[in-house]
C-alpha cells in the first residue's frame, strides 16, 4: 500500500530504489485504481514510484467541483515544483496520458534522466490532424512512450509517420486502447499487456539511470 507524505505525495517501493515519478491523466486522480495498479507493479520490479497531483485535480477533494485540467503552463509549473522538491539528478518522470505529455515538455530543461508516459496523447480522439508532437521531434533527454496498438489517441499506423527524435521510443502493446486494455478476441488480457509495459518501464528506468 502506498504510503503518503506530508507534501501529498503517494509513494510505493523501495525507499532507496530508482525513482520514478508518475502524474495522473487529464481525468482521473493519482489514487485512481490504473495508477495504484501500475505503481504497484514497478514496485515489484524495484522501482520507487511517487504519485501527485496537478492543481486543479488536488482542488476537486476540497471543493467538490469538477473543473478542467489547469492551462499548460501552470501543469508544467507543477512539474518543475516537484522535480526541484525531489531533485532531477537520477530522476525519471512521467505518468499517464497528460501527465506524460506534461512531463516530456518540462523533461529537457528541467534535467531529468528520462521520461516514461503511459499512452501517450499524440492528438486528440477523431482529430489526427491536431499533433502535439513538435517538442519531440528534436528532444534529446530518452523518452519511451507505452501505446496501445489501437489508441485512439495515437494509432501504430500512425505513429509510425511521425518524425520523433531518435531519443524517442516507442513500445507496442498488442491491441491495447488508452488504457492498454486489448479486447478478448486478440487473445491478450489487460494483465498480460500492464506486466509487459511496466517491465519495459522498469528496464527503462534502470537503463537512463546506470543501472
Known sequence: MAA???RGYLIDGPEHARTLVLAHGAGAPMDHPWMERVSGLLAGEGVRT?????PYMAARRTTGKRPGPNPSRVLEAAWREVIDDLGAEGLVIGGKSMGGRIASM????????GVVCFGYPFHPPGK???????????????????????DPFGRREEVAGYALSERVRVHWLVDGDHGLKPRKASGRTEAENLA?????????VFEVTGG
Open 106 to 113: 518540462v523533461a529537457e530543461e528541467a534535467g531529468v534522466a
Open 4 to 6: 503518503e507524505t506530508s
Open 50 to 54: 511517487v504519485r501527485f497531483e496537478f
Open 196 to 204: 509487459e509495459a511496466v517491465g519495459e518501464a522498469a528496464r527503462f
Open 128 to 150: 489526427p490532424d491536431r499533433l502535439r508532437t513538435t517538442h519531440l521531434e528534436a528532444i534529446q533527454t530518452p523518452v519511451l512512450i507505452l501505446q496501445g496498438e489501437r
